[in-house]
C-alpha cells in the first residue's frame, strides 16, 4: 500500500494550489487522514486532518486559507490552498494514521512521497 500525493508546484503570492492523495489500491478504511509540510530547514508540522467521518483540523497559520476534503470510496484526500504565502514554501506530505486493508490487515502511519510547493513574493 502507498499514498499518491500530486499536485503542488510553484505560484506567486495570494495564489492558489490544490494538492491530491490516493492510495494505491483499494482499501477497507483510512480512519485519519491529513496534510503535513516541512520547510528547510525545520521540522515537519501538521498542515490539516480529516476524519473518515469530516471531522477536520487546521493549523492555526492555514485556517481560514486552506480547506481539506476526503472521500471514503475510494479513499482520497486533498488540500485546497488559497491566499498563499511565501510561508507556505515547503514539502507536503500525505499521511494516514491507520489503514485497514482489504484483507484486514492494519497498518499504521503511512506517508506519501511529498510534493513541493513554492509562494514567491
Known amino acids: 500500500v502507498q499514498l499518491q500525493a500530486s499536485g503542488g508546484g510553484s505560484v506567486q503570492a495570494g495564489g492558489s494550489l490544490r494538492l491530491s492523495c490516493g492510495v494505491s489500491?483499494?482499501?477497507?478504511?483510512?480512519?485519519?487522514m491529513g496534510w503535513y509540510r516541512q520547510a528547510p530547514g525545520k521540522e515537519r508540522e501538521l498542515v490539516a486532518t480529516c476524519t473518515s467521518s469530516g471531522t477536520t483540523n487546521y493549523a492555526d497559520s492555514v485556517k481560514g486559507r486552506f480547506t481539506i476534503s476526503r472521500t471514503n470510496n475510494p479513499v482520497t484526500v486533498s488540500l485546497e490552498m488559497n491566499s498563499l504565502e511565501p510561508e507556505d514554501s515547503a514539502v507536503y506530505y500525505c499521511?494516514?494514521?491507520?489503514?485497514?486493508?482489504?484483507?484486514?490487515?492494519?497498518?499504521?502511519?503511512?506517508w506519501g512521497q511529498g510534493t513541493q510547493v513554492t509562494v514567491s513574493s
Open positions: 499521511h494516514a494514521d491507520f489503514i485497514t486493508t482489504a484483507d484486514m490487515r492494519l497498518l499504521k502511519d503511512y
Open positions: 489500491e483499494d482499501v477497507f478504511s483510512i480512519n485519519l
